[in-house]
């Protein structure tokens, strides 16, 4: 029955829906991989520390150099040329190989990177640069002049700190091209037969003990971040994981539906052929349309058959339009109706019900209600509904009310209040599900499908109405469905000739009410 239907595009759809769950799955384990490491030392993490340094490096490339040729051409006062531009040289060869294996670096995929060696390669160089950079506090001064040494000493302190902050992300970095620079300042003052140079070697070793603590707790911060980003990073994966799995049981769901459209349509046509002859010939032959039966047992038969038929028929109309409103499919015809006329006509059609079970039911409807732009036949269902389902479990010698008024916010609200058993709490939620019956209600009346109350809260919701069920237990339930404003048709009122007067306002009238 369903093999002409087409499977290339359900199958491309799985096919996109695979392959992101995929990339989803991938991403939340690499995730999961870096947050798994948060003790022992984060080596996760490595790779994103020491990228931060190599880039921070590429970044500053001409900086440091330029730095040297401005300390090169200051120290020219109190040393010599030659040494200098010997110690430049230097600073400039080791400064390219360090430029030169971070390069490297950032060109290899991450895949493929060896963290440690490269970290044990990259820590090397900046060692040799640092190691260049502390031969200046060692060139042969040509006077002994305090100015020459305090300004080796302030230049010395300035590279140790930009040289910190480039390497504050990995710290053996910062030890490597840090120490032999206020090394070098040390033993070069501790050498002089000075009180002053021993003061300012040690404030050389106090400011970079200082300085360390200040990079540690950067270090500690910027992983921090990085452990941040990872879990933000896993929740995104989670959640595209959580999306592709969505759109596949989106995509199920939507296949399914479709199934089930194409089931219903067909189950209504051919339940429907066979269902009115069943109709037809039971009707027949239990009005004996033909003459009357030699066993009156069959024409009891006859009606049994027939009635059991007309409550299938009902049951796959009740099917088909839960199915049409859920799937969206509904269609409004809406045209100017009168809701009160509307309740009169389904009065008229369950009072004969009402009074075979010994019931009374009483109209409330008050007067000069205006018309609303609505569906007719979903109007005449939901009252049809309402009264069935009241009259069904209401008790004999009960009351059911049907009442239609004017709201507050000048809408139009219809409600039907039974004394029957009542329905609760916690079942008011299962009766408004598509076949869910109280259990109180279920022992205490006759059978039903259990959809209509779900049928008339959707049909009302088409109409952007509400749909509001109260009830207690033994004291009754009363259901009052409403239309909003927006569905009220107001008689524009007669324009004043000249010179007319304007009439008054008519008072309203109390509402009329009917019992039967």
Known sequence: MFSGASTEAPAAGSKSANSQKRRAFRSVQEAREKLSYKSAGKPEFD??????????????????????????????????????????????????????????????????????????????????????????????PVTEDVAGYTFIF????????????????????????????????????????????????????????????LMSGFNSTVT???????????????????????????????????????????????????????LGFSEIMRDEAFGPHANPTYKEYAGDIHESGQHLLTLIDEILDISRIEAGRYELHETPVSIAEIADECHRLMRVRAENKGLKIVQDFEDNLPQAWADERALRQICLNLLSNAIKFTPPKGTVTLKV???????????????????????????????GQGSLAHQTAEGGTGLGLPITKGLIELHHGKFELKSKLRYGTEVTVSLPPSRIMQTL???????????EETPKTEPRKRAS
């Open 47 to 140: 790779y994103e520390l020491l990228m931060m340094f190599v880039k921070n490096e590429l970044s500053a490339a001409i900086t440091t150099p330029l730095l040297a040729v401005v300390v090169a051409v200051g120290a020219m006062f109190w040393s010599s040329p030659r040494e200098l531009l010997l110690w430049l040289g230097c600073v400039f060869v080791t400064k390219g190989i360090l430029v030169g294996i971070c390069r490297q670096f950032s060109k290899q995929p991450r895949d493929e990177v060896n963290v440690p060696a490269w970290q044990a390669k990259i820590t090397a160089a900046e060692f040799l640069y640092g190691v260049t950079w502390a031969t200046v506090a060692f060139v042969s």
């Open 154 to 213: 302030a230049a010395l302190l300035v590279v140790v700190s930009m040289r910190m902050l480039f390497a504050s992300t990995v710290m053996p970095i910062v030890y490597a091209g840090t120490l032999p620079m206020t090394g070098a300042i040390v033993i070069r003052f501790a050498l002089l037969d000075d009180p002053f140079y021993w003061a300012l070697a040690a404030m050389a070793a106090a400011v970079h003990l200082y300085f360390i603590w």
């Open 405 to 435: 008024a004017q709201t507050e916010n000048g809408g139009l609200s219809m409600s039907v209040k039974d004394t029957g058993p009542g329905i609760p709490d916690d079942e008011i939620p299962r009766v408004l599900r598509s076949f």
């Open 493 to 503: 009122p007669r324009v004043a000739e000249p010179g007319e007067p304007v009439p």
């Open 224 to 278: 921090s971040m990085l452990e941040f980003r990872a879990e933000k990073d896993a929740l995104i994966g989670e959640l595209e994981q959580s999306k592709a799995i969505s759109d596949e049981a989106r995509l199920r769901a939507e296949e399914a539906n479709l199934a089930k459209s194409r089931f219903l349509a067909t189950m209504s046509h051919e339940l429907r052929t066979p269902l009115n002859a069943i």
